[in-house]
């Protein structure tokens, strides 16, 4: 089971996550679009700097990293990655958090974003200190924490994880008999205590894109594609994930569409992973888990607000003037880069 507080009043109310509208850039004709990403390679050369692109932003921003000997990946992966360049400027395509952990695992390098008002409602959703007063709560727990959170969150924290690397993390605490307190997102760290048995108590965090699928419209969608595979993210809410054929990061979806005899696949995350999986499978047909439908609101309708501001006309601006670069604390960095570094070291005995 599940731990609960034993005093109602100590389980946190979030604060209301404020969603922008998803941004609308001008529309560029192909000869523009050519040009512009000319334009930044040429910038990325000059400035020794090499782009990092999350699966969640568009096909452009993950063609140009492709191109550039960048790197196209989820949060685990981009983590990894910059560690392992020679360049001196890194350049995060994604949300705030992710080029926060770019700084923390290299302070000697100039991290840039193409938006740093780019977060995350996960993020938004746990304020360092209150999640502090929480954890304080439970002093014989230790604390995970998902990487969708502030350098602050991670620096009180004893280990951080990624979707991809979730479950054998937390499989590792309990067969060392752990408690477990998980924040940031509810949903993911219920499929993880169900998964694995482990004592946990949970902040009640959940991401507005994933919060956003609904299971009566996608049950109808199932039978409009019977032969369909179901992908999930497991940030998704359990009546969403029972309907899966395959729950998993956002690696492990790619990689299911390649390998998978179905022609067609029903995804239920982010559909910027479109691109990605397109390329593992040309052939085959995807298809967006509805967001729409009976007792669906579509917010964020399977794409994240905070993603979109992520551009090409803004990451070349950002190059010209080396703005939106992200700065960390030093007291912070030094705390926070142990969990990071801890799932990172483990993740490398897995390989």
């Known amino acids: 089971m599940i731990a ?11 604060k209301q996550i404020i969603i922008p509208k998803h941004p609308e850039w001008p529309k560029l004709t192909a000869a523009e679009k050519t040009e512009l990403k000319e334009y930044i390679k040429k910038l990325l ?12 932003t568009t096909a452009d921003l993950q063609e140009l990293a492709e191109e550039t000997g960048g790197c196209v990946a989820d949060s685990l992966e981009m983590a990894r990655f910059g560690t392992t360049q020679n360049a001196s400027t890194l350049v995060v395509a994604g ?15 100039r991290v840039l974003m193409p938006d740093l008002s780019a977060t995350c409602s996960l993020d938004e959703g746990c304020p360092a200190e209150e999640f502090k007063a929480f954890c304080d709560l439970y002093p014989d727990h230790t604390v995970v924490v998902y990487a969708n959170t502030s350098a602050e969150v991670k620096a009180i924290s004893d280990w951080v994880v990624t979707s991809a690397i979730a479950l ?12 477990v307190l ?14 694995t048995g482990v004592e946990m108590v949970l902040w009640p965090g ?37 309907l ?14 390649g390998s998978m005899d179905n022609k067609e696949f029903i995804v239920a995350t982010d559909k910027g992973i479109f691109y990605k999986m397109q390329q593992a499978a040309p052939d085959k047909t995807l298809i967006e888990a509805p ?61």
């Not at 949300?95 to 390098?109: A, D, H, Q, Y």
């Not at 199932?222 to 999930?232: G, M, N, S, T």
Request: hydrophobic share 40%; aromatic share 4%; proline share 6%.
């Open 4 to 14: 609960k507080p034993s005093n109602n009043s100590s389980i946190p109310e979030l």
């Open 45 to 56: 050369k000059e400035q020794n700097a090499v782009l990092a692109a999350h699966y969640y």
């Open 95 to 109: 949300v705030r958090f992710m080029g926060e952990t770019s700084k923390i695992l290299n302070p000697e390098k």
């Open 168 to 179: 054998p993390i937390v499989e590792h605490l309990a067969q060392k008999g752990e408690k």
């Open 182 to 195: 998980w924040g940031p997102d509810k949903h993911l760290g219920s499929y993880v205590q169900k998964m």
């Open 206 to 242: 959940s991401c507005v894109v994933h919060e956003e699928f609904k299971s009566v419209a996608l049950e109808r969608i199932i039978k409009l594609h019977p032969d369909a595979a179901v992908l999930v993210h497991p940030e998704s809410p359990e009546n969403i994930v029972k």
């Open 244 to 257: 899966a054929d395959v729950v998993g990061s956002t690696t492990a979806l790619i990689k299911a569409v």
């Open 291 to 351: 967001t729409i439908g009976v007792g669906a609101t579509c917010q964020a309708c399977a794409e994240c607000p905070w993603m979109g501001m992520n551009s090409l006309q803004n990451l070349a601006e950002t190059l010209e003037k080396g703005t939106n670069e992200i700065h960390i604390e030093p007291s912070i960095r030094e705390k926070a880069v142990i969990p990071i570094q801890r799932m990172l070291d483990f993740a490398a005995t897995r390989k």
